[in-house]
Each structure stands twice: as C-alpha cells, then as structure tokens.
C-alpha cells in the first residue's frame, strides 16, 4: 500500500511539472499561460484531494478492521476469564 501512494504521488508530481514546463514553454500570450497554468494547478489540486480522500477511506477502513479483531480478543479474553471464575468458585 505504502509503495502504490509513492508510485502515484510522484506520477502526479512528474504530471504536474511537466505540464507546468510545457505551459511556461508554450508561444501563448501571458494571460493565456496564466490561465492555462492556474488551471493544470486546479487540477493537480482536485487530484491531490481525491488522493487523499482515498488515503483516509483506507485508513479508516484499516481502523475498523483493528477495532473489530481487538473487540474479537477482548471478548474471547473475558469468556476465559468467566470460565476460570465459575471453575474456581
């Protein structure tokens, strides 16, 4: 999991300075390149967030998982103990 974030965090960096070469590169005027560069930038945003989002659903669902198997051992752990209880009293 941790390599398949870097793998596409860096994908988004190489995309967004390539395109931000580009842009500065191009023969447009320079309300064009600004505009076209604000936009790529908008766009390396909303990509950014939705990674992020899908960062925090993971982990989320990672907690949950976690919780579930740690409530399973208390459980198990606490019928034990009754059964002990009741054997010795």
Do not use: C, W, Y
Not at 15 to 23: D, E, H, R, Y
Not at 70 to 84: H, Q
Request: aromatic fraction near 4%.
């Amino acid at each position: 999991m941790k390599d398949s974030g870097k793998i596409v965090t860096a994908m988004l960096a190489g995309l967004a300075a390539g395109a931000v070469l580009g842009i500065l590169f191009a023969p447009d005027k320079g309300s064009e390149t600004r505009d076209k560069l604000n936009e790529s930038l908008a766009d390396l945003g909303d990509a950014l967030k939705e990674r992020a989002e899908e960062q925090f659903d993971q982990l989320n669902e990672f907690k949950e998982k976690i919780l579930s198997a740690v409530k399973s051992k208390l459980s198990k752990a606490e019928d034990i103990i009754e059964e002990e209880i009741e054997e010795h009293a």
